[in-house]
């Protein structure tokens, strides 16, 4: 069984969900065939305190996977393509692709050039092919198809995620999430810590704007509060959720960011922040990669 090693501020559950993870490997072995044997070392579970660092899964990810699910419509394992001019809907079942396997946790940015490689390959592959070889070439007609319908799909959903990108601005977006997160921001070529201030200021212009939807005003103003100790002053809060005019249950997920110890007053001593001056060393070397891929992106 896997060691367990806690980073919570309670052990309590975490000990609790080391047992539950054990019982369930015990219930497992049973499953087991007679001749299997560990591979490796002993493996380590890690059990982190999600409050630590609450903002995460509030941030944008651009990965090919998170943006088909944020932007595109999901069934399952399945994408449905929306058809052209009253065409019945494609359905692009996400295990049943060549390609998905190697595609669906990289960034944005990378999918279409690894796809035009692959593509690329595939057709020197059919080049060399012998064509005298009739039965061969007969035997792989379906994977060619397969492929080719694969590459197809791929440049389709691309293309609409790309426009997804531009339409909703989420390379502003992006990069302002990162300066709340990393408490660093890119002026000039040059990298300096943020603003509280004009953290603030442009948090204010992105909830007060009509250019944004609801869902990531909500996920920028948590993300500030998460990151930066709580509001500017008494009552910035209740200003942003009228401005913008944020539905009941936005506001009481957002009021619920105290439950988790996080200050939701001016007055209220601010959380610090753990892992501050590493979360900023890290950003700072990952900042020129960032940008390097996130100009390509917007380029195609």
Avoid at 15 to 32: A, D, I, S, T
Avoid at 133 to 160: C, L, Q, V
Avoid at 272 to 281: D, I, Y
Wanted: charged share 30%; aromatic share 10%; with cysteine.
């Amino acid at each position: 069984y896997p060691l367990c090693a806690l980073a919570v501020s309670d052990e309590r559950p975490g000990r609790h969900l080391c047992g539950l993870v054990r019982e369930y490997l015990v219930q497992e072995k049973g499953n087991l065939s007679a001749d299997y044997e560990p591979v490796g070392e002993r493996g380590l579970l890690i059990i982190m305190d999600r409050a630590q660092d609450a903002a995460v899964p509030l941030m944008h990810d651009y990965s090919y996977q998170a943006m088909i699910h944020d932007h595109m419509t999901v069934e399952g394992n399945a994408l449905i393509i929306p058809g052209e001019d009253g065409a019945e809907p494609t359905k692009f079942v996400f295990t049943d692709d060549p390609n998905w396997e190697f595609l669906q946790l990289e960034n944005m940015s990378a999918v279409n050039e690894i796809v035009k490689d692959k593509f690329k390959e595939f057709k020197e592959e059919q080049a060399k092919a012998d064509p005298d070889d009739f039965a061969k070439a007969i035997r792989n007609i379906p994977r060619t198809k397969k492929y080719n319908k694969s590459f197809n799909m791929h440049f389709t959903i691309y293309g609409e995620l790309s426009k997804k990108f531009k339409e909703l601005d989420l390379q502003e977006i992006g990069d302002f999430e990162q300066a709340m997160a990393t408490s660093i921001e890119e002026v000039k070529d040059d990298y300096v810590e943020t603003d509280r201030g004009r953290l603030f200021e442009k948090l204010k212009q992105l909830i007060n704007g009509k250019d944004h939807p609801i869902e990531t005003k909500v996920r920028l103003l948590m993300i500030f509060l998460l990151s930066q100790g709580g509001p500017q002053s008494s009552g910035d809060i209740s200003r942003m959720f009228d401005s913008a005019d944020f539905p009941k249950e936005y506001q009481d997920a957002v009021n619920n960011i105290s439950s988790m110890g996080y200050a939701l007053s001016a007055e209220a001593k601010p959380q610090p922040k753990m892992f501050r001056e590493e979360t900023m060393k890290r950003a700072k070397e990952l900042y020129d990669l960032m940008y390097e891929k996130e100009e390509l992106f917007v380029a195609v």
